[in-house]
């Protein structure tokens, strides 16, 4: 299992098979930061095709066919890749595999995480779902086109889907893999004297996280193998009896329900909602603790609120399904359960901006991002509850509000926090420091042009236009009043774009020509800054770690310096 | 640096990690097959009055009332296994490892003739929702099964031997573990059985 750190590796066992929990993280981020790029991309020539509808699209215009104009079946491709890829490619892999991985063992003061090997094969295993889901680009059948939720009948029927159902179950297989070693390395590994309530708030999120992961994914996985029987066995478990499909009555042998698989999905789909967003927070919680200069406000309400929010988050899933006609006493239910989970949000959101009160803020590039990302998930959030009300919703849904609404709590809201956390660890990973300066021209551009791509879709959304059309809704006479935001909108995104610049120079700049710094240059508490910079491989630390402390003891009264570290007597 | 608990527990939780991890591992197997019982629950109540019943009729109940013996009667001798590994006779857990094996083998074996059989009769899991159903979950199962043999199979085979003289105590942790997974696999059948061949 574990080797020791005189040991002797070529370079493919240390950086491609390797099993060090910091390599599979850093192999994770680099991936999935690609990836996140990638379903940017696709975005960035669907805006292209709304603002200036069936016109050549501008360099990557020879890849979509002969004319250079983005085609419907390609607009409806890009959509479904967009999401999934974002997902399930991007921000999940960045924010547990990738941060999880690096930072759960070095937090609790652990040497690697419990199955090193295991955490191979579920990077591995990732990559592959990656590599299936891409190339079906290539296939003669083209990416899957029926949107990242796969509504069936529709899913059924439309070319490219089984493509993504066989890497869907690559991609579940890793986060299983990735999430249980996440539980047993912090209920195990936890250095003597570091008792639950002295784990850093990031722990948390990562814990209940990664229990949203393994209690949440399997049903996705079922659904999928019942998806994949109905495309490859000619099963109807989704088709149900005298379906028509293209004028014709569909020739199986029915009985089953499209329903079946929205429950399923968004069994799956709302839990994955708070595996967004909980790391993130876990994140924002350890730069606000760390720039303010004192501890977290409420931190143990803040982790009631947390486990609270794993456990509702089961029980919420219908709320996507108010339109479904499944009758007024599940609504009713689902309603309440919707209104009740708000409630954890919040105080997990009071509780970070009542930390900022009478701390001595430093503005630095971390804390930025992160107190960006207070009223960005606000607006998210508050945004949310009309569509949790199935009366309001019945406007709403399948709108561009919706998607301004959950975009606002992924978007400038998870992605902002995973800036902070790659800003606010870079020296822990590599040992220097990213540029201020940079940083700057990266957060400020970011903030400005995000909202200008989301929050004109709260307008058009609330005129009515609906999401997933090919024009942008051209043809409604209730859009015309709102169509002209879609040109800012694009090119907001297109700005956007270029505003990730700096961040990518930083980065190489910092790698190649960057300044040492030493190993704890934020002056922070917690347990990873302890270690060198990066930190050893196999082991981590140079001995043996023992905790006497809570997670931010930031400027007790008293002490000489205005931080103690967790792992000073 | 040697990660720690691997063999010995920890004091707190009294849990090594693999025990743990076992756990974690099978609450998201119920969830798998949770979400596929909830899918017959689902498409059963929505079905038309007898029909689940009428095609259910169709299964043969004495091969699979047989197949449930079988796989009971592996569930213990994996336990016997383990138990000879903790009375330090290797001779035993050998025998008992491969009586499991065989036991395994029949349940599949058999299952191959039930399949077959439906074939031959044109029953295809495109026939009708229950026999949908019905493949999908026994051929699931049944994939279960077969990761359950590669492992023992791995422990059965001379690689076992030479664990065993290395590191006696983790294998046995090892056998313990493959074991925990295949009660949950016959536990799973306990359930299949009833739904698919009796209700």
Known sequence: MSQDSHHEENFIQKYIFSVDHKIIGLQYGITSLLFLLFGFMLMMVMRWQLAYPETVVPIVGSLLGETGILLPEIYNSLGAMHGTIMIFLGIVPLAVGAFGNYFVPLQIGAPDMAFPKLNAASYWSYFVGGVIMISSFFMPEGAARSGWTSYPPLSIFESGQTIWLISMIF??????????????????????????????????????????????????????????????????????????????????????????????????????????????????????????????????????????????????????????????????????????????????????????????????????????????????????????????????????????????????????????????????????????????????????????????????????????????????????????????????????????????????????????????????????????????????????????????????????????????? | MQIPYTTEERPDTGLTNSKLGIWVFLASEIMLFGGLFSAYVFLRLAAPEGDFAYWGSKLNVPLATLNTLVLISSSMTVIMSWASLKMKDFKKYKLYMGLTLLFSLIFLCIKYVEYTSKFDHGYFPSSSTFLAIYFTLTGLHGLHILGGIIVMTYFWLPIGNKMWHTEPEHFTDRIEIAGLYWHFVDLVWIFLFPILYLL
């Open chain 1, 171 to 569: 991609l579940i297989t890793s986060s299983l893999l990735g999430s249980m070693n996440i539980i047993v390395t912090i209920v195990q590994l936890r250095a003597p004297g570091l008792s639950w309530f002295r784990l850093p708030f990031f722990v948390w999120a990562q814990f209940v996280t990664s229990f949203l992961l393994v209690l949440a994914f399997p049903p996705l996985e079922a659904a999928a193998v019942l998806q994949l029987m109905d495309r490859v066995a000619s099963t109807s478990f989704f088709l149900p009896s005298g379906l028509v499909y293209a004028g014709n009555t569909v020739d199986v042998s029915g009985g089953g329900s499209p329903l079946l698989w929205q429950h399923l999905f968004w069994f799956l789909a709302h839990p994955e909602v708070y595996v967004l967003i909980l790391p993130a927070m876990g994140i924002v919680g350890e730069v606000i603790a760390n720039n303010t200069r004192k501890p977290l406000w409420g931190y143990r309400s803040m982790i009631y609120a947390t486990v609270f929010l794993g456990f509702m988050s089961f029980i919420v899933w219908a709320h996507h399904m108010f339109l479904t006609g499944m009758g007024q006493a599940m609504s009713a239910f689902f309603q309440t359960t919707t209104m009740i989970i708000s409630i954890p949000s919040v105080v997990i959101l009071t509780s970070f901006f009542l930390s900022l009160w009478g701390g001595s803020i430093r503005f630095n590039t971390p804390m930025l991002f992160a107190l960006a990302f207070l009223p960005m998930f606000g607006i998210g959030g508050l945004t949310g509850l009309p569509l949790g009300i199935g009366a309001a919703d019945i406007h709403l849904h399948d709108t561009y509000y919706v998607i301004g609404h959950f975009h606002y709590v992924v978007a400038p809201g998870t992605i902002f926090a995973l800036f902070a956390g790659i800003y606010y660890w870079f020296p822990k990973m590599t040992g220097k420091k990213l540029s201020e300066g940079l940083g700057k021209l990266h957060f400020w551009p970011s903030l400005i042009f995000m909202n200008g791509i989301f929050m004109p879709m709260f307008i058009q959304g609330l005129a009515g236009v609906s999401r997933r059309m090919y024009d942008g809704g051209q043809l409604y006479a209730h859009a015309q009043d709102v169509l002209q935001w879609n040109e800012f909108m694009s090119i907001s995104a297109f700005c956007l774009g270029l505003a990730q610049i700096p961040f990518i120079l930083n980065v190489f700049i910092t790698i190649f020509s960057g300044d040492k710094v030493d190993r704890n240059p934020w002056g922070s508490t917690t347990i990873e800054w302890s270690a060198p910079s990066p930190p050893l491989p196999h082991a981590n630390f140079e001995g043996p770690v023992k905790v006497y402390r809570d997670p931010y003891e930031y400027s007790v009264p008293g002490a000489e310096k205005d931080f103690t570290p967790q792992t000073e007597k």
